[in-house]
């Protein structure tokens, strides 16, 4: 069934799960299925669709949101966030009980790492990058909320981006042919690669290539492209909004998302910074207190929590 409908909460199995007769329901996303009458917890990863709604396609799109929002917060018996940015949007908006909510921050893949760069030169004939740029790279998908008209804006004024190209690695979306507009009008399309949707692989090596990693999003309820470049060893600028200083704590210099001049400046001096082993290897550390592991232990004491 399609997400965020009707039908997903009239097709949902109930029957079967009441035959189940589980302890309790862990739903992962704000959909919960409303019809359901046994013991719940939900996962509320972000409010993005009330936080910028004008985003969204419709204003029943809002209304549905809030509304769904509104019925997990309250069929749920504990409410398990990956923010404490997510925690307190949830108290701002809906007025939630603190101690309904329990912070549990998601994990990074172990397999993220850092790779000789001789095992990367694939990647310069496949996406079509220049041996003699510098390269900038943004991951995640191209939504309005993830700010990349503001970092293309950046990305022109830059004083040395003739001799940098600016990977955008993603799912496009409706959102592809404003980019591309913005680019043509901005005169930087011939420094900029589109890559599409890449594998894991291509992802994982992608992250060790890059001089510079950037994430100019307006809101994230976790932030999950900065730990991953971070994982790899890579330099990385991020937006200080939402949860993002939680994530890349403070080893990583931080921008306003609205401001692009102040992106631009941010993003100059990173690139122009010689890294450290020092700093690259605490980057690195840094990012193993984010482990599934230590998650999945925090998700089966939460469901502890309900009784």
């Known amino acids: 069934m399609p997400i965020y409908g009707i039908k997903e909460q ?66 749920s ?32 893949k172990e ?17 079509n990058i220049p041996k003699d740029k510098k390269i900038l790279m ?40 404003v980019l591309e507009n913005k680019e043509k009008e901005l005169k930087i399309e011939d420094k900029v690669i589109h890559t599409g949707i890449v594998s894991n692989k291509e992802l994982l090596d992608l992250y060790n290539l890059v001089d510079l990693f950037v994430f100019p999003s307006l809101y994230e309820g976790f932030g999950f492209p900065v730990l991953e470049a971070m994982a790899c060893g890579a330099k990385v600028v991020s937006s200080n909004s939402s949860s993002l200083p939680e994530v890349g704590g403070n080893l990583i210099p931080y921008f306003d998302p609205s401001n692009i001049e102040e992106m631009k400046e941010v993003i100059e001096k990173e690139l122009e910074r010689k890294d450290s082993k020092e700093e690259k290897e605490k980057r690195i550390e840094w990012t193993k207190k984010f482990n599934w592991r230590n998650t999945g232990e925090e998700v089966k004491k939460a469901f502890e929590l309900y009784k």
Do not use: W
């Not at 949902?12 to 007769?21: A, G, S, V």
């Not at 419709?58 to 917060?73: E, H, L």
């Not at 409410?79 to 994990?107: A, C, H, P, Q, R």
């Open 10 to 75: 009239l097709k949902f199995p109930y029957k079967e799960l009441k035959k189940l007769k589980p302890d309790i329901l862990h739903v992962p996303h704000y959909n919960v299925p409303i019809f359901y009458k046994g013991d719940m917890i939900v996962t509320i990863h972000d409010l993005t669709h009330l936080v910028y709604s004008e985003f969204l396609s419709s204003k029943f799109a809002k209304y549905y949101a809030k509304f769904m929002m509104k019925m997990a917060i309250k069929k």
């Open 77 to 108: 018996k504990v409410i398990l966030t990956v923010s404490e940015n997510t925690k307190n949007d949830l108290i701002k908006y809906f007025k939630v009980d603190e101690n309904k909510i329990k912070v549990i921050y998601s994990g990074v």
């Open 138 to 177: 943004y991951v995640g998908n191209l939504k309005p909320h993830k700010n990349l008209e503001r970092l293309l804006a950046a990305f022109s004024k830059m004083k040395n981006n003739k001799e940098c190209t600016l990977l955008l690695v993603g799912k496009a979306f409706e959102s592809y042919n």
């Open 111 to 127: 397999d993220l790492r850092v790779k000789p760069k001789e095992e990367l030169n694939y990647l310069y004939d496949k996406f």
